[in-house]
């Protein structure tokens, strides 16, 4: 069935660069996302990538797409403080009506 | 332009008790989501609208209902609430594009 796999923890130091990774099972999926999720709050859309892309930059963001491998992946650049959060990885599923959610990935960033 | 609201922001419930969580987006979206978040999770789809009228089952349906009847509002029923039903609920509304936006969440104890 279709999956999305992250890791569950990730801990950086203020100004250096954090990889968020992730992996699915569908590879009909049209467009994946990465959401970010802070204390208390709903998901913020932060990027997605069509398909028939390999890579998307957004200011400090960069995706990269691995459509053999089924990787996903997120760097934020000069990470800092402000980015501690849950980021979750998401597909979208077969009949393209819903979204699949990774369990998120909690990114802890130290000064 | 208010994006997705739900009310109420918390609530406590007797086992057995009623309720029924509310979401209202003002982007004129067609489709319309009700997710779960339980710890370490992610992300549980509870049902899904794809217009005033049209609803379906998502991945945890039971013990819920939905129901469309105009394209801003998308209410959640439980009927007999019970302890495994203590989560975090967001309701979320999708744009041509595949952009979801979420509202701010319910959180939901039942004792």
């Known amino acids: 069935g279709e999956d999305v796999e992250q890791s569950l923890f990730l801990s950086v130091r203020e100004g250096d660069s954090s990889v968020i990774n992730c992996t699915y099972t569908?590879?009909?999926?049209?467009?994946l996302y990465w959401y970010k999720q802070e204390p208390g709050a709903g998901l913020q859309l932060l990027t997605y990538?069509?398909?028939?892309?390999d890579m998307k930059q957004d200011q400090r963001l960069t995706v990269l797409l691995n459509k053999k491998d089924k990787h996903l992946s997120l760097r934020i650049a000069d990470t800092q403080t402000g980015d501690s959060a849950i980021y979750f990885c998401?597909?979208?599923?077969?009949?393209?009506?819903?979204?699949?959610f990774g369990k998120g990935t909690t990114l802890s960033v130290s000064s | 332009n208010a994006g997705v609201t739900q009310t109420p922001k918390f609530r406590i419930l007797k086992i057995g008790q009623s309720m029924t969580l509310q979401c209202t987006q003002d982007?004129?979206?067609?489709?319309m989501y009700w997710y779960r978040q339980d710890p370490g999770m992610g992300l549980k789809l509870i049902y899904y609208?794809?217009?005033?009228?049209?609803?379906d089952k998502g991945e945890v349906p039971n013990g819920y209902n939905v129901s469309r009847s105009t394209t801003e509002d998308f209410p959640l029923r439980l009927e007999l609430a019970a302890p495994s039903q203590t989560s975090v609920y967001f309701c979320?509304?999708?744009?041509?594009?595949?952009?979801?936006?979420f509202g701010p969440g319910t959180r939901l104890t039942v004792t």
């Open positions: 979320a509304s999708r744009n041509p594009s595949y952009e979801q936006y």
């Open positions: 569908d590879s009909s999926s049209t467009y």
């Open positions: 990538i069509f398909s028939n892309m």
């Open positions: 998401a597909e979208t599923n077969q009949a393209g009506t819903a979204l699949i």
């Open positions: 982007m004129n979206h067609n489709y």
């Open positions: 609208s794809v217009g005033a009228g049209i609803t």
